[in-house]
C-alpha cells in the first residue's frame, strides 16, 4: 500500500495530477479540492489510494488525509465507486460534505451528476454515525485563482476526463464563462457539474 509520493509536479489538471518521485512519474486521479491545493505549486506530497482492479492498476490522489478518509468511507457504500466518490468531492467540498451528511441533506447530494435519490439516501443512512460535523474544522475549502488562458480548455478537458460528452461540456463551459468570465477553472467545473 502506498501511503503518500513526495516530489516534482510535472503535470497538474483539475481531474489528474503526474508527480516525479525517484525518476518515475506517477499519475493520480483527483478532486477539485485536491487540484485547488496543488495549483501553482512546483513540488509537493499527495496522500494516495491504490485501485487494483483486473484491467488497471489506479491511484487516487488527495491533498488531505482526511478528504482520503472520506473518500474510502464514500466508495463503502453500495453503488458507490472510486470515480463516483471523487465526482461527489469535486462537487462538494470535504468540509461541506461532511455538513451536508450530517443535516441529512439529501437534495445537495442529488444534485451531483450521477447520484440519485436512492444512492443519496444510502450515503446518508450508511456514513451518517461515521462522520462528525467537528470533524469540517480539520478540513480546508483551498480555493485557487488559475490564469484566464485556458480556463474553458481545462474545465472541458476535465469534464470529459470525469466522463461527460465534449460537446455537453463545452456548451456547459461556454454559458457559464459568458454570465462569469472571472471564475477559476474548478468553480467552472464545479458549475457545469450542476448542468450536465
Known sequence: MIEYIKGDIV????????????????????SLNTY??????????????EVIREDAHLLYGFAERAERELFLMLTTVSG???NTARMILSSIPPAELIEVIA???ETALTGVKGIGLKTAQRI???????VKPVEAASLTDATGVTGTGHIAEEAVAA???????????????????????????????KSALRML
Open 11 to 30: 503535470e497538474l489538471s483539475p481531474a489528474r495530477l503526474i508527480i516525479e518521485c525517484g525518476g518515475i512519474g506517477y499519475e493520480l486521479n483527483i
Open 36 to 49: 485547488s491545493a496543488f495549483n501553482g505549486k512546483a513540488t509537493g506530497m499527495i496522500y494516495v489510494y
Open 80 to 82: 458507490v465507486g472510486p
Open 103 to 105: 443535516a441529512n441533506n
Open 124 to 130: 446518508l443512512v450508511d456514513l451518517k454515525n461515521k
Open 159 to 189: 469534464l470529459v476526463m470525469l466522463g461527460f460528452q465534449k460537446a455537453a461540456s463545452q456548451k456547459a463551459v461556454v454559458s457559464i464563462l459568458k454570465s462569469s468570465p472571472a471564475l477559476p477553472v474548478e468553480q467552472v467545473i
